[in-house]
């Protein structure tokens, strides 16, 4: 552990590499986490708690930063893992795959300090890492904006490429006024046909259409079941992910923390009594998340219930007074159909120059 002098802000830091630092920093992580930018349910203890007892792919390397009262300024949530190619690799707790927003965890008050902290922390632990790979930055962090240059000055050269985009719509306050002028007038006419279509087979006698968000009233195990088998039925690429015992085990852990904690939307459509599309979203600091999808593709086509669905559930955040329906990484042409803007995740990278 060091102090150093920045902004007038004594900064201590200290190095975590056991798995207990968890424990420590429970009281305190979330209620950082709401004083940054980035405040999204990927950066939440919860979810660094579960990934990591998950997949547990290196070394943790976990820094911490406070002032000189103890209390905490930063998190920056790293592990070293060995890449074939790059050599000994510091990361963010999260990966590459299954965590669409990555940050180091700042107070929005003190981000120079802390970064500079941060970043002469990792030049003086340099022989313990080959190159700083930092995935899913998102375009708004000023690790984005900010980081790069604090590194540069602190001797590393720094790169920086964008990896994905996260289309999301920015909600109105009304679902009519989201027809008629977040989406383009010929595909507000087509959703409104089809929520007739699918209002009108109930009205119409020709079966029943209903769908529901899981509650803890719910059988969950079950309703987890119901979701994977979805999932697996509505692509092969979905189907391959959950033949990886791990993702599958992180489906199991994290979706009952989000339930506990009020952050879980899973939800199903149901035609006569048959689930026939699911969403599983994260309803976290008003926003929704929509994390993962699926679909039985060989039953109830005509009422297009994934579209449909979908439409509910936007309609449900409108009502709720959610602002951002967020469709997270990947640029499928369905979510900017539905209105969605495009905004960016970045990937920096960073060596020490010799």
Request: glycine letters at 6%.
């Amino acid at each position: 552990m060091h102090s150093t002098l920045l902004e007038s802000i004594p900064v201590k830091t200290c190095i975590h590499t056991d798995t207990s630092l968890f424990d420590e920093l429970k009281s305190e992580w979330n209620h950082l986490l709401k004083r940054s930018t980035t405040n999204t349910i990927f950066n939440t203890w919860e979810w660094a708690v579960h990934w990591w007892h998950t997949y547990h792919p290196g070394d943790l390397w976990v820094i911490t930063f406070r002032d000189g009262d103890n209390r905490l300024l930063g998190i920056a949530p790293l592990y070293i893992d060995h890449h074939a190619e790059h050599g000994k690799r510091v990361m963010l707790i999260g990966g590459e795959d299954v965590t669409d927003y990555l940050d180091i965890i700042v107070d929005n008050e003190c981000t120079e300090a802390v970064y500079s902290c941060l970043a002469q922390t990792l030049k003086e632990h340099s022989s313990a890492f080959d190159l700083i790979d930092l995935w899913n930055i998102p375009a708004a962090s000023p690790a984005y904006t900010q980081l790069p240059n604090i590194f540069e000055h602190h001797g590393f050269h720094v790169t920086s490429s964008q990896n994905e985009v996260c289309p999301l719509i920015h909600l109105p306050t009304t679902f009519d006024t989201y027809l008629d002028q977040v989406m383009d007038s010929k595909q507000g006419r087509e959703i409104r046909r089809k929520l007739r279509k699918a209002e009108g087979y109930n009205t119409g006698g020709m079966g029943n259409l209903s769908w529901y968000i899981v509650e803890k009233t719910h059988n969950l195990e079950a309703e987890i079941e119901r979701f994977m088998k979805l999932m697996a039925s509505s692509h092969p690429e979905k189907a391959h992910f959950l033949t990886n015992a791990q993702h599958v085990q992180f489906f199991r852990s994290i979706i009952p923390a989000a339930l506990e904690n009020g952050w879980l939307q899973l939800n199903f459509l149901m035609v006569d009594g048959e689930a026939a599309a699911t969403y599983f979203n994260f309803d976290y600091n008003n926003h929704i998340l929509v994390y993962n999808s699926g679909l039985n593709p060989n039953k109830h086509a005509h009422l297009s219930p994934g579209i449909v669905l979908l439409v509910y559930n936007i309609q449900y955040a409108i009502d709720q007074k959610r602002t951002t329906f967020d469709f997270l990484r990947g640029n499928e042409q369905y979510k900017y159909r539905m209105g969605a803007v495009e905004t960016s995740v970045y990937n920096l990278k960073a060596r020490l120059q010799s």
